[in-house]
């Protein structure tokens, strides 16, 4: 009988932690305040905490699949699809370069560079991001960019506090959930 491999790039126990932490971003993603009184609109939540630590363990792929189901899960909770776009998109400016960063510097220097250009990633690219979208809100993009001052301070202080997060964190779990080699056959 011909011995069969598993050829997938995730195991069953890393879908498991994916899951596990698509489901605390998703809790993560309703607990959310306003940060600034003049844009009360813009809420700060650290949702892209879990994505994070998904993409420093398992790679930037894995880091946005858990951040695209948090946002499309939230979308659906909440009726909010034009937020779920706005979401995909930031979670994809934040943690995959934050993770493909890490994964090339796995060091606690790496980690930290890592964030800092993931946070400016993502303030940079929701400017741009919130002009494209927001129109689907009825905000005209003229407006939008009378706000660009504020989208990019909110979006510094979300990517700080949620590279905080992450590197408390994952430090404090990566032992738990990163891959661990066999020592029995060396892989």
């Known amino acids: 009988m011909p011995t069969m491999t598993n050829t997938n790039k995730w195991d069953t126990r890393t879908l ?6 698509a489901a605390i971003a998703i809790l993560l993603s309703f607990l959310e305040f306003p940060i600034f009184a003049a844009v009360p609109f ?3 939540d650290v949702s892209f905490t879990p994505c994070a630590v998904a993409g420093f363990a398992y ?13 499309v899960a939230h979308g659906m909770i909440s009726g909010n699809w034009v937020g779920a776009l706005m ?4 979670v994809l400016a934040f943690v995959v370069p934050a993770a493909f960063i890490y994964k090339k510097n796995h060091t606690f220097k790496g980690a930290v560079i890592a964030l800092v250009v993931a946070t400016l990633v993502q303030s940079i690219v929701s400017v741009p991001a919130n002009v494209l979208i927001d129109p ?25 506090a949620n590279s905080v997060l992450t590197m408390v964190v994952y430090k404090s779990i990566s032992n738990l959930i990163t891959p661990q080699k066999d020592q029995v056959s060396g892989r």
Do not use: C, E
Request: hydrophobic share 65%; aromatic share 8%; charged share 5%.
């Open 136 to 160: 689907l809100y009825g905000v005209p993009a003229d407006v939008v960019l009378g706000l660009a001052g504020w989208i990019a301070a909110f979006n510094v202080v979300k990517g700080v």
């Open 42 to 44: 813009l809420k700060l």
């Open 87 to 90: 979401n995909i998109v930031m």
């Open 59 to 71: 790679g930037p792929l894995a880091g946005f699949v858990v951040g695209a189901i948090t946002a």
């Open 16 to 21: 498991v932690t994916m899951a596990l932490l």
